[in-house]
């Protein structure tokens, strides 16, 4: 039975985020899925850049300077506490995760330590140079990795930009990789121009997972009202306004996954909600606003009706997924857009078609590994 070490944006990161726990969670099964002789690890490894920051105390080093998100974090800190200790018993406890942490200095002894046969870097942001910068653990660049066998599944560039010392880093970078799973397309022909080792556009993880499998780790409980789940990475003036005119349309309560407490006297704010609640409130929701990509996801996941707010760093990520699946016009900016009902059964098709490619890719990367 191999190894095969994850190495992506979770743990440590700043802000506990429903994406990065739940597409990890999903590699991991896939990568089980796909093959016979192949065990996920999540290795519990923390890049550079957040070396220095405390999840328990984001106020300190923020990546966002924000004095609104500063204040709201300010008079969050106890759900987010409790948020964090949920994230890190789902880590530990839904996954095969490393025995001790890894960082720069102490990640190359994670062979003998873990037994770690092969790498898969990915998914998330973990090409952005503006998060990261090119970090040598997600660019498998670590002399265990170089000289190993490492691979990329849905990594990320973001909607970063780069001048020309930075291409020259990253095209030295990607040589560590024997295949390149990309989530986006924004650099798939520059780094096939630029590797000779196979390229590809694959979906996010979560999706390589259908409904019936997020079954086994999704909270059981539910709400006993009815209600409209507001889920925002990001505040957005208008689409709260948006969420308050639909809820009231739909005569529905509101449920919001925010760690703004602005509507707190008229909605019920869940921001400490775990990994297994929020699927939960997704599951059970009767109508979805979001500016998350994975809220969109998991929306789509649980058949749902949903719009999604255009959100700064993420359009291009969101824009692709929906155009994918034919629901572009669930993209929204002030609101007032109008849009067709959902065909899911039809969007559920054009899934399963990219689902299949996709696994398909990571077999073949993870079936290359000796």
Known sequence: MKNIGIVSYNIHCNFTNYGSALQSWALSKAIEKVTDDCRAVLIDYCP???????????????????????????SNLSAIKENYYKFDKFYTNKFNRTKK???????????????????????????????????????ANYDCMKNGYSVSYAASFGDC???????????????????????????????EKKVSVPVKRVIDPTLLLTQK????IIDKNKESEPYLLLYSRRKNDTMDSFAKTKAKEMNLNVIE??????????????????????????????????????GMIFSIQFRKEFVIFSREQCNTKISELLEM?????????????SFKDIDYDKVHSIIERERKESLEFLKMELNSCK
């Open 161 to 191: 930009t780069f001048n020309d010392e930075i291409y020259k880093k990253i095209d030295e970078r990607l040589k560590n990789f024997k295949f390149i799973g990309l989530r986006e397309t924004t650099m798939l022909s520059y780094i």
């Open 213 to 216: 499998d997020y079954e086994e």
């Open 325 to 337: 699946s034919g629901l572009s016009d669930r993209l929204l900016k002030d609101g007032n857009e």
């Open 48 to 74: 550079l850049a957040l070396k220095d920051k405390n999840p328990l105390n984001p106020i300190e080093n923020m990546w966002d300077t924000d004095s609104e998100l500063r204040r709201m974090c300010e």
């Open 101 to 139: 942490e890894y960082d720069h200095n102490n990640f190359n002894e994670i062979i003998e330590d873990e037994n770690i046969s092969g790498f898969v870097c990915g998914s998330d942001t973990i090409f952005c140079v503006d998060e990261f910068g090119i970090d040598d653990g997600f660019f």
């Open 257 to 294: 996954i925010s760690i703004s407490n602005a509507n707190a006297d008229i909605h019920k704010i869940f921001y400490e909600a775990g990994a297994e609640e929020f699927l939960s409130l997704v599951k059970n929701a009767s109508y979805i606003v979001t500016n998350s990509y994975h």
